[in-house]
C-alpha cells in the first residue's frame, strides 16, 4: 500500500507544481520575461490564506482571496517597475531586478508574519482519511489533485477556445505581428502576468495543508517551478503539467527508495530530458 500512497502524494505535489509552473510558464511564453519573483507570490498566496484562516476561520476565502491579492500585487508590480524591462536584450536587467523583489518579497514577508513555522491542518470536510479495507490516506492530497486538474482544464480552454486565448498565443508567437494585426499586446501581456502570478499565489493557499510555510520556502518552491517550465517546454502550458507530474513522482518515490538522493534524482530528470530533447518534452524545436 506505501507504492500507492507514494502514488498520491506524487501526483498531489505535481499538481502543486503545476499550479506554480503554469503562471511561470505563462508569463515567459507570453511576455518573454523571467520573474524570479514568482516563488515570493507563491507563499505570499500562503501567507495571506493563512491570516484569512485565522481571522476569519474560513480556508476556502482563504482560497479566494489568496489568487486576487497575489495577482493584485503582480499587476502592481508590472506597472509600476517591471514593464519597463519588456523586451529583448533586458534579459539581465529582469534577472537582477526580479531577484531584488524577491529578496524584498522575502524580507516583507519575515517582518509580517515572523521566522516561524506556520502550518495548519486541513480544512473539513477533508480532514478525515479514506479508508478502504486496509488502505487509509489522507482526503486532503485528492483534492490538490482535483484543484490542479480543474485548473489545468479551465487553462486549456481559456488558451484555446476564448477570443482571449487567441490573443495570448498570438502574443505569444509574434507579439510584432499581433499587434500589426490590432491584438493590444500591451494589455494582453499584462493580463497574462497577473494571471500567472495569481495562479502561483493560488498554489500556495491550496499548498497550506500540506506544505508548512517557512523561510526559504519561496527560493525552494521557485528552483523547481524552474526545474518545471524548463523540462516541459518553455512557454507550454501542456508541458508544464506533464513535467510537473514527473518531477512529483520523482520526488515521491525518490523520498521512498532513495531518499538521501531525492533532489539528485529531480535534477538528474532535469538533465536526461534537456540531453535528449534541449527545447523541453513539448518544447518547439528551433528552425
Partial sequence: MQYVSALFNGLSYGMLLFLLGAGLSLVFGVGRFINLAHGGLF???????????NELGNFWLGILIGPMVGGALGLAADLLVLR????????????????????????????????????????????????????????????IIGVGLLV??????????????????????????????????????????????????????VALPRQALAPGRDF??????????????????????WAALLVGLTDSYGKLFFPEFTVAMIFGLLALVLIWRPEGLLGRRAV
Fill in 220 to 241: 525552494e518552491m521557485l528552483l523547481l517551478a524552474l526545474v518545471v517550465v524548463v523540462i516541459g517546454g518553455l512557454g507550454r502550458i501542456e508541458g508544464a503539467f
Fill in 84 to 143: 519597463r524591462l519588456h523586451g529583448h536584450g533586458r534579459e539581465l536587467d529582469q534577472v537582477l531586478v526580479t531577484f531584488g523583489l524577491a529578496l524584498i518579497i522575502a524580507d516583507a514577508t519575515r517582518a509580517g508574519w515572523g521566522g516561524d513555522i506556520r502550518s495548519v491542518g486541513a480544512p473539513a470536510p477533508f480532514d478525515r482519511p479514506i479508508e478502504i479495507g486496509d488502505f487509509s490516506y489522507p482526503t486532503y492530497p485528492l483534492v
Fill in 43 to 53: 507563499i505570499i498566496g500562503g501567507y495571506v490564506g493563512f491570516t484569512v484562516l
Fill in 152 to 205: 489545468f482544464g479551465l487553462l486549456w480552454l481559456l488558451l484555446q477556445r476564448t477570443r482571449v486565448g487567441a490573443m495570448i498565443r498570438a502574443a505569444a508567437g509574434d507579439p510584432q505581428m499581433a499587434q500589426v494585426l490590432g491584438v493590444p499586446t500591451a494589455p494582453v501581456l499584462r493580463l497574462t502576468f497577473a494571471l500567472g502570478v495569481a495562479l502561483a499565489a493560488l498554489g500556495g493557499v
